[in-house]
């Protein structure tokens, strides 16, 4: 018997990754250990210093009903939210219910938002003057439109807003979509994050600021979080939605529960731009925060999917932090990071991480971190290398750290 003040229902899914354009093909390739990650073809990377990104194979916007004409006009960002929302809102089923639309809201994450917009019409600019700059850049690409875009679609009328927290954004999404339920704004609320970084500007800075790794090796085997060769993370884009309900409606309409968001914490570092606190503290204070409110104790967690961006940096701290907050059991816990597959989706990561938890408790099988050859003595927890392995998962935590020193992290339950 559930009776977490703070519990909310999942009851739908959808994502567009790297490694598949559904959560049944990402769940695919994540427990063969397949990656995504590959030479880059959306633009000319001669002259950068890096080649390689987790771009999404065959995605077509028209198989989302986005014809040619409306997806020019809509950043790509944009077109992965309304492709992982029908995913999610077809599993859910609200729509074959008795739906009040003004109690169902939208929350999508994004860390840079229509950036390929912003780009292509400096581009213009520059080129061909102002009075050729497309009139629809500002609602078709700033950080809201995505929300905007899928409450459109289906007339969703409750609050609809973008989240911006670097890299925590799809965590923050669906913390702030649990607390609107929770304090009865609305009875649903579809929530996650959207990315699409990888064009000329987004990549020149991210590896200007030496968080891309600039290996050249395989593409495939370049991300590899908490490896001792470890060397940067691989940028990736992609769309993770999942659509959240308060437990009285879910059951109220007989739906399918697939999991339990039970418990969250949010914290900052307030230490640098970038880097993360050494000490581990901020983010072991948000690992904390969720299993307080979820009630939860270190010793009942069965797994946690990691932030593991597989940069020098990020991977020793999460394992500090980790263990801070789980004591002794952190040794005993499967960690992993399913980044090593798909890279770092930024502002999507978070969401589709939630969705790897779910599918997790479902399947009692904990996808691994592949690439993981050589130990690291600053990471020395049990990182599930290389394959999936089988195991009952009841309560499952995924953290998310972005660029500002922001943490977050959430706990997910079986709903049984």
Known sequence: MITSASTVAVTGMGCVTPCGNSVSS????????????????????????????????????????LDAKEARRLDRFAQFALAASQEAVEQSGILKSDLNPERVGVIVGTGIGGIGMIESQMDVLRKRGPSRVSP????????????????????????????????????????SGARAILDGSVDIVLAGGAEAPIGELALSSFANLRALSRSTAQADKVSRPFDKGRSGFVLAEGSGILVLESLPHARSRGAKILALLAGYGQTTDAYHKTAPDPTGSGAARAIGQALRLAGVTPEEV??????????????PVETLAIKLALGGHARRVPVSSTKSMTGHMIAAAGAVEAIVLVRTILAGCIAPTINYETPDAECD??????RAIERPVKIAISNSFGFGGHNSSILIRSAE
């Open 26 to 65: 990402l769940w695919e390739s994540l427990l063969a250990g397949r990656s995504g990650i590959s030479e880059l073809t959306q633009l000319d990377t001669s002259g950068f210093d890096v080649h390689i990104g987790g771009e999404l194979k065959d995605f077509d916007p028209a198989h989302y009903g």
């Open 136 to 175: 629809l850049l500002v609602p078709s690409g700033t950080p809201d439109v995505a929300a905007n875009e899928v409450a459109l679609a289906y007339g969703f009328k409750g609050p609809s807003f973008a989240i911006s927290t670097a890299c925590s954004s799809g965590n923050d999404a669906l913390i």
């Open 302 to 315: 069965d797994y946690v999917n990691a932030h593991g961006t597989s940069t020098p940096q990020n991977d």
């Open 381 to 386: 927890l049990f990182y599930v290398p290389n």
